[in-house]
């Protein structure tokens, strides 16, 4: 099994960016953290961060015939991006759209997803935890 991990704009300033936010812990850190946990689990795993909208589009199209399960955390494109779960759609890969922070719980124009409707669920404000979770369920959905 092949699991894409997406981490949209400003996610690679992890650790600097608001860290009573967000926590300590840098990209570098959660992508570790997400490799063990698949090789635990017997799956492979890949990783793609971008502040650019179309980049992400791209990086999900060319995830079509190679990846088995998508996480992606589309940052704030959640919030404004038609693009993104169109492109997921248009792939029919199975996704899971995650958030470090509960978007619910914060500033009124974080409170709409996007994306959500072209993913499975949307697990948000468990921290880094919740991008296992994420891969936890791509796995389980697979049945491996």
């Given at each position: ?72 955390n589309p940052a704030a494109y ?67």
């Amino acid at each position: 099994m092949n699991i894409l991990v997406i981490n949209g704009p400003n996610m690679n300033m992890l650790g600097v960016r608001e860290p009573e936010i967000y926590g300590r812990e840098t990209l570098a850190d959660l992508e570790n953290m997400i490799r063990a946990h698949c090789e635990s689990r017997g799956v492979n795993c890949e990783f793609f961060q971008s502040n650019h909208e179309g980049a992400i589009v791209d990086r999900i199209q060319q995830a079509y015939g190679t990846s088995d399960g998508i996480v992606i955390n589309p940052a704030a494109y959640t919030h404004t991006s038609v693009a993104i779960p169109d492109a997921l759609r248009a792939v029919g890969i199975p996704a899971v759209e995650v958030h470090v922070s509960d978007i619910a719980s914060r500033e009124s124009y974080r409170h709409f997803s996007y994306t959500k409707e072209a993913c499975i669920v949307q697990i948000a404000g468990r921290g880094l935890k919740g991008y296992l979770d994420a891969v936890d369920l791509l796995i389980e959905r697979a049945g491996k």
